[in-house]
């Protein structure tokens, strides 16, 4: 066999070959991994925030709650997390709103994750170790946010969001 | 030059090309936009689940609760005129336009389902994308066994249709909520008092009854479930028919006949303002003063089937002599 033969049946293997790996890294995938994580954090800690109840908890172990409920600031116990703190926020309680993500929430979020948790355009909670204008990538999550104040009066619809970047 | 250098430039060229056709960055933006897409899909189904297990059933009592407050209110203001033969349909369209008739309600600014329902829209267009819309709003109230007797039942039954920019959905939605009456105000004692009297629904707790525990509910103004009384509902329209499922009754107390509202009538409330009895003729009831209850200032009457609802004994009652 000549020469120019062997180089042509290796080039186009080597063709093959590339023709292959770029199939399964453009096309067998989403995104880049860190995105995807970053994504299904900001929904995971969106789905406890808004779908824990007040109930659900036990009270010895988040003092923020024992506190809310001994002022009277916890009109349902069937609110969810979210809903609390947005009934908090409604009427001017943002402090304890921001207790209330740190003492929850905070602790089930792994520590090597940026986050914020932001109603009507307010940052009610953040953890970061750098900013979200000099991150790689930030993916969001949102949510309206309603609930009643009393058996007459509502608050909200507000926009909720949780904020993950890396 | 040999061939074979040729076919290797030739390959090196035709792989350069493919690495410059796959790392371009239409894909990237192909596959960024599809992820937004779906996200903004997943985001509104989410919102769509939350719409019709949630939200709308947190309006739907929230604003009944303001409509039944606000048509109260309206009732008094009125006073004898203030009964509304049509109440499903002013309720219906209060809650809805915050107007009965052409009248705007001032408590229900602001508080109106299509306020609420608007509200919402503006919020999921700015948040989630989506744009959202209502038609055929149908509003029933109403007490039946579901309800029971401390109960109004609200069913709300609305059209909406949601757009986002790669899906629409369009979906009937169902909610009902209980609105519970307790504690909110009878119209029924204050219309007929000529706004003298006003009165709160408080069930009683009581379930054995003698004339000791009728004094306590008296005292207490407390209602009771009686099958023979007419509902809330009816209360509202001063329509006075048993109703076996809801009935409610209190009783006549010292305000009101030191308001100068005197009548020879059973102090039931239902009896003494439309002085019609369940089980006695019109113009013909017969009533029995009770022991421990009348008193010279206070001439408490009750008529028989009252005497045997209430368990009065034979001993305790004295007919009263027109």
Known sequence: ?166 | MKKGVFYTIISFMIVGVLFIFYSSTPMETEQTELAVVQDRISQADTFIHDLEHDYLEHIVRATGYQTLYSLTEEMKDRGQTGFFLDLEETFGHLMMTGQIGIDDIPSMQGKTLDKRLLDLKANVDETLFIDLTYKNPVIEVYQDDATGPWALGLNLTLTLDMKTEAASWTKTLETMALLDISGLEDPFFNIHTDGNVDRLIVPTEIADWDSEALKEHLDAETYVHNERAPSFFDRLRNNIVPSACCGIESMISPDVINAGIVKQMSYVDHCYFSELCPGSEPGNVQLFNVDGITTQNFEFMLEPYHISFYNISNEEIEQVIP
């Open chain 1, 1 to 166: 066999m000549s020469k120019g033969y062997f180089y042509t049946v290796d080039a186009l293997m080597a063709i093959t070959v590339l023709i292959i790996g770029l199939y399964f890294v453009f096309f067998t995938t989403s995104g880049s991994p860190s995105l995807q994580v970053s994504k299904n954090m900001a929904e995971d800690v969106m789905g406890t925030a808004s779908s824990t109840k007040i109930f659900q908890l036990n009270d010895q172990a988040y003092p923020i709650l024992r506190a809310l409920k001994q002022a009277g600031l916890v009109p349902d116990a069937r609110s969810t997390l979210l809903q609390e703190a947005g009934m908090l926020y409604t009427i001017g309680n943002v402090d304890e709103a921001t207790l209330l993500f740190e003492q929850t929430i905070d602790p089930t979020v792994p520590e090597q994750y940026n986050y914020a948790i932001i109603i009507n355009d307010d940052v009610l909670f953040e953890r970061s170790s750098i900013t979200q204008t000099n991150a790689d990538s930030l993916v969001t999550s949102r949510r309206v946010l309603y609930g009643s104040i009393d058996k007459r009066d509502m608050w909200g619809p507000l926009p909720a969001e949780v904020r993950v970047w890396q």
